[in-house]
């Protein structure tokens, strides 16, 4: 229902973009998102876009970096990640569900997920 890809590595300072082609019917949940988890961490809420309301949201550590957007016409969401630190290393996943606005930023929201796209930032 969801593919992830772009993932790679890349130096700090760089950018990349990943991709998420969903299902139609995934695609069509109020909400899609992404979320990393790096080794030994917790899963950790990156970004997402709700459909209702067409606004963005993005957790701290990567607000003013990264950016979230869907294209509807290809069910596809993206997240541009710029100035990519070390500290962005993780397995990246793209989630889609019908959230309620405070739970925009949980990941217990979400029914449908990808399987994950690894991003490695070197120093």
């Known amino acids: 229902q969801l593919q992830a890809c772009g993932g790679g590595l890349v130096q700090a300072g760089g950018s990349l973009r990943l991709s998420c082609a969903a299902s139609?019917?995934?695609?069509?949940?109020?909400?899609m998102a992404w979320f990393r988890q790096a080794p030994g961490k917790e899963r950790e809420f990156v970004a997402a876009?709700?459909?209702?309301?067409?606004?963005?949201y993005y957790g701290d550590s990567v607000r003013g970096r990264f950016t979230i957007s869907r294209d509807n016409a290809k069910n596809t969401v993206y997240l541009q990640m710029n100035s990519l630190q070390p500290e962005d290393t993780a397995v990246y996943s793209c989630?889609?569900?019908?959230?309620?606005?405070?739970?925009?930023?949980?990941?217990?929201?979400?029914?449908?997920w990808g399987q994950g796209t690894l991003v490695t930032v070197s120093s």
């Open positions: 876009h709700r459909r209702g309301n067409n606004r963005s």
């Open positions: 989630a889609g569900g019908n959230t309620i606005l405070s739970e925009t930023r949980n990941a217990r929201g979400y029914d449908s």
């Open positions: 139609e019917r995934t695609f069509s949940r109020n909400t």
